[in-house]
């Protein structure tokens, strides 16, 4: 069974949702002995909105969840000492397969309450499969590349001493050693939409063995509505082939975002990068134009079409 996790900030606005946890599918999990009148009471004291008829009570403990001794260890030396109240609700919920849509404040435990039951399931079903090397079971996607690396250093303390491996699918790294990693067997595949849309438009990776996909800070997802970035790292030996590369990030009229790091090395095309700012209207870093290699321009760039690039 498939099961898909949504986490978004209290305040988000998300699209035919209420702030709430929306829960949906028929499994049943034993991880409470409250009854309905305790559970009901115990959500009005700690803000929990629910909306699901089969949504498992709260936890009061980890413990109750049955997860592995390790883990539960694990999530000690991670510094959690008692579920939060979005944890109480939504790991028991994810651990009887059901998918979510969780909305709660930032800093309140989302990343422990979809990470936990990741960990849990990865490793039970390692244990019970035996095979030469991990396949991927479980997909985390997020906005950004710091918040990448946040959720997997996250999913590493939790899964120390069991089987669960991860991989980090991020921009500012090789994408061969992202690659590799994946083939030589991991778990969880954590990364951002446009570096996992580019690995798998130039690589063949099998992913039809994932069976648990979470989408965190989806409300900054959609904000951005998923356009394409582009994020050079390198500065083109041309202006020419930097307009090239910049112009991926703006195609069929619709807008973009290009980032461009640049330093002294790079000082020789410093004027007609100013002067290609200029001409397109776009702001130019105070950085590059306090630079003395700025002073002047070239003439290659006279004469030519003015165009439009995307920052």
Not at 166 to 179: E, N, P, R
Not at 205 to 220: A, F, K, P, R, Y
Not at 226 to 244: A, L
Not at 279 to 293: F, H, K, Q, V
Request: glycine content about 8%.
């Amino acid at each position: 069974m498939r099961l898909m996790m949504i986490f978004a900030a209290w305040n988000a606005k998300l699209p035919a949702t209420d702030e709430c946890y929306y829960v949906r599918d028929n499994d049943k999990s034993e991880v409470s002995s409250l009854t309905t009148d305790q559970t009901e009471l115990l959500r009005r004291k700690l803000d929990i909105v629910v909306k699901g008829d089969t949504t498992p009570p709260p936890i009061l403990s980890f413990a109750s969840c049955k997860l592995p001794r390790k883990l539960l260890e694990n999530i000690e030396v991670a510094g959690y000492e008692m579920p939060t109240p979005v944890q109480m609700q939504a790991i028991p919920a994810a651990l009887a397969r059901q998918s979510l849509l969780v909305s709660a404040e930032t800093g309140s435990g989302k990343t422990g309450s979809f990470l936990i039951p990741i960990v849990s399931q990865c490793a039970k079903f390692n244990e019970e499969h035996f095979q030469s090397q991990q396949q991927p079971l479980a997909m985390v996607l997020t906005p950004t590349r710091e918040l990448c690396i946040q959720v997997e250093d996250q999913a590493k303390v939790l899964g120390k001493g069991l089987p669960f491996k991860t991989a980090l699918v991020v921009g500012g790294d090789a994408m061969a050693g992202q690659l590799h990693r994946i083939q030589k067997g991991v778990s969880l595949i954590v990364g951002t939409p446009g570096r996992l849309i580019d690995l798998l438009t130039k690589h063949e990776i099998e992913l039809d063995t994932i069976s648990i996909l979470v989408l965190d800070e989806v409300d900054c997802m959609l904000q951005r509505g998923f356009r394409e970035q582009v994020i050079v790292f390198d500065m083109p030996n041309s202006i020419k082939e930097y307009v090239h590369q910049v112009g991926r990030a703006s195609r069929m009229g619709e807008e973009g975002t290009s980032i461009v790091f640049v330093n002294e090395e790079d000082k020789k095309l410093f004027p007609e990068l100013v002067e290609a700012l200029k001409s397109s209207g776009a702001a130019i870093p105070r950085e590059l134009a306090n630079s003395r290699y700025s002073v002047g321009s070239f003439s290659a760039g006279r004469g030519q079409k003015k165009r439009k690039h995307g920052f």
